[in-house]
């Protein structure tokens, strides 16, 4: 479980959160979604550690984020990320493995290969993607890629920064599902941050909105549609009046 | 009002002077601690030494074969105006082994290797590979710096040391070909003149040369702004601020190996 208490986070003037609190129990796929800037990234990568909150603490499983070996909290992860971010000096499937050829889940070499090429087959690439580079691939195969390489180490928790963005309809619908697929079936605790409502709708089980630092809304996603909440049907409608103010 | 105003503005540059000073010494103490605590990453450390070492080979040499043979010219050019001109194959190795060798060098690797390894590291940076490799329990300090900087502490002053042969090789060649020198005098007056002392301080400044080209190639990689705006400002910065600190590192290695 991962639980967000007050969690404020500023940038310079700019406060982005302004005391987030959230529940994501475990083993179930939350989407949190909310406007470009509303600081839906910030809130993903302060539970990696990757950006530190001013206040407030996030606790997974009970414990501190920041408290521990942070590698082994780290282990529990995956991520895939808005553009992929494959390393491009390597080749796929050692883009894949990457976690898998160092460290406390090192295997040997032949291994972490097969277990690489599986991934790939899982996310629906052939065997020969694998000794291609990142920057050979399209955009598509490219998410595909660091989708693999997100579940590659078997991950407690994924998480999923934007994950259609950048993509056609059908590519995004392909990727939506797949997403819902292989989170079913690892039985992962998975945190989405988007602004596509498809994905929402193919992701979620929980929805949690965020909107001027604080989350505005959460709740099943079944709800959604009726939950009676101005800002919250505003953002899934995609409406430019209503509470939530809109540059022209 | 208006004296203080210019005052103020100096004050606030010398601390932002001293800030960035203090930070890349951090950064520098960061790096090298890195450098002997495990994990190691043997890969990446030999794709450094190859791309800073074996590849800057060509421009190293044609640099230094180049400076040889246009020292040589001048030399002879001005020690003629008082008859001197038999010190050619003196000031020639001293000329390259004490200052342009190491020199030319070091700027030549801040401008080939520096540059390369900013803008590497800003676009990863930028495309969140950076953060992705923290997600997968790597430190990007241990996996992307501790290995080039090793790599360029070794393989600088390696070239350092080549570059100087080369160097003193061109202006052999200028001195025998053009300008009626004996080649084994020329030879035995290089070899004779030349002190143990001026190739160890050859060796010693490609050393630190290196090391502080590397240094600033990754220290401005992982603190570049967003966008290519931010790798262009990363790599510029990163080759002035090498380029500047090799020159002055020079300076005072100088001054430490030979003041008298």
Redesign the interface.
């Known amino acids: 479980m991962i639980r967000f208490e007050g969690v404020h986070k500023a940038f310079g003037d700019n406060r982005v959160l302004r005391g987030v609190d959230l529940e994501i129990t475990k083993g179930t796929s939350m989407v949190i979604i909310g406007g470009s800037g509303t600081g839906k990234s910030v809130a993903l ?1 302060c539970v ?3 950006i530190t909150p001013d206040q407030g603490r996030i606790l997974v499983d009970g414990k501190d984020s920041r408290a521990g070996d942070h ?1 082994a909290f ?2 529990r ?3 895939l ?3 992929g ?5 390597l080749p796929v499937w050692q883009n894949v493995a ?2 898998l050829l ?3 889940l090192k295997r040997p070499q032949a291994e972490a290969r097969e277990i690489a090429i599986e991934k790939l087959r899982r996310v629906g690439l052939k065997p020969d993607v694998a000794d291609r580079f990142p920057a050979e691939l399209s955009g598509g195969m490219q998410k595909r890629v660091g989708l693999a ?1 997100a579940i590659a180490a078997e991950p407690q928790i994924i998480f999923f920064d934007e994950p259609t963005t950048g993509l056609d309809p059908i590519m995004a619908g392909v990727i939506n599902d797949l997403i819902r697929e292989i989170v079913t079936e690892m039985g992962a605790t998975a945190m989405t941050i988007t602004h596509d409502m498809s994905s929402v709708r193919a992701i979620a089980d929980t929805v949690a909105m965020l909107h001027d630092g604080v989350i505005q809304w959460t709740g099943p996603v079944g709800q959604m549609d009726v939950s009676g909440d101005p800002y919250l049907d505003q953002f899934i409608h995609g409406r430019a009046e209503g509470p939530i103010e809109a540059v022209r | 009002m208006i004296v203080l105003s210019p005052l103020g503005a100096l004050g606030r540059a010398t601390l932002d002077v001293l800030s960035a000073m203090g930070r890349v010494a951090i950064f520098a103490f960061a790096t090298f601690s890195h450098m002997v605590r495990p ?1 190691f ?1 043997p890969r990446e450390f030999a ?1 450094a030494l190859l791309q800073i070492g074996w590849l800057s080979l060509p421009v190293v040499g044609l640099t230094a074969l180049f400076t040889g043979g246009a020292l040589a010219l001048q030399i002879y050019a001005g020690g003629a105006r008082f008859n001197a001109e038999a010190v050619v194959p003196q000031i020639v190795a001293i000329g390259m082994v004490r200052e342009l060798g190491p020199v030319l060098v070091g700027l030549m690797i801040a401008a080939r290797v520096t540059s390369s390894i900013a803008a590497e590291i800003a676009t ?1 940076k930028v ?3 950076i ?2 490799l ?5 430190d990007p300090m241990k996996y992307l710096t501790a290995p080039r900087v090793l790599a360029a502490l070794i393989t600088v002053p390696i070239l350092v040391g080549i570059g100087d042969v080369i160097g003193i090789f061109g202006g052999y060649a200028v001195a025998t070909q053009n300008l009626g020198f004996n080649p084994a005098t020329y030879l035995k007056n290089t070899v004779d003149f030349l002190e143990f002392r001026d190739i160890v301080s050859s060796l010693i400044k490609g050393c630190v040369f290196g090391g502080i080209a590397a240094l600033m190639g990754c220290y401005y990689g992982m603190n570049s702004g967003r966008g290519a705006q931010g790798v262009g400002r990363a790599t510029k910065g990163s080759v002035e601020a090498a380029a500047v600190m090799i020159l002055a590192a020079n300076f005072l290695l100088t001054g430490v190996f030979f003041s008298v």
């Open positions: 990568k990696l550690g990757l590698d780290l282990a992860f995956g991520m990320f808005q553009g971010a494959l390393f491009d000096s990457f976690r160092r460290g406390s390489r | 994990p990453y794709l990863m495309t969140e590979q953060d992705a923290v997600t997968l329990s790597t």
